[in-house]
Structure formats: C-alpha cells, structure tokens
C-alpha cells in the first residue's frame, strides 16, 4: 500500500471559520473535505472542514449547494 502525503504548504491552505460569502481571490479556489454535509453545516459540524487554496488535480468540482453564493466550489477527491 502506497500512502501518499501531501504538502499543505504546496497547496496554500487557508482555513476559513465562516461560510463564504463571496467568491475567493483570483488565483484561489474554495475547497471543502470529504465529511457528509447539508448546506447549512458549520466549520467544524462533524468534522466538515473549508479552505480556499490554489487549484490542484486533487480536486473536483462540487454540486452539493453549500456556500450558494460562491459560483464554484470544489471537495477533496480522495481518489486523486
């Protein structure tokens, strides 16, 4: 089994603490991990997690409707 670690600095992580209102910076995207979620979901409800970052293969664009008033968002593909 090949565990592959990835370097946060790499990425630019930024946590955010409250749901986005707006789309991010140029050059940034809006990220939220894996957890099972409803729209309504709070940084940290069950271990949800958002963050905005530089764009990567490991992401994938996410239809769920959380954060509607960001255009596009994106999850955490675990597969990637």
Not at 5 to 27: E, F, S, V
Not at 45 to 59: A, Y
Request: aromatic letters at 10%.
């Amino acid at each position: 089994m090949t565990v592959q670690l990835y370097d946060i600095n790499t990425d630019q992580m930024r946590y955010a603490h409250t749901t986005p209102q707006h789309n991010p910076p140029a050059g940034r995207v809006l990220v939220h991990n894996h957890i099972r979620h409803t729209p309504e979901f709070v940084s940290g409800q069950n271990g949800f997690r958002f963050w905005t970052q530089i764009k990567t293969r490991r992401l994938v664009r996410c239809a769920c409707g959380w954060a509607p008033k960001v255009k596009v968002h994106y999850r955490v593909n675990l597969k990637a």
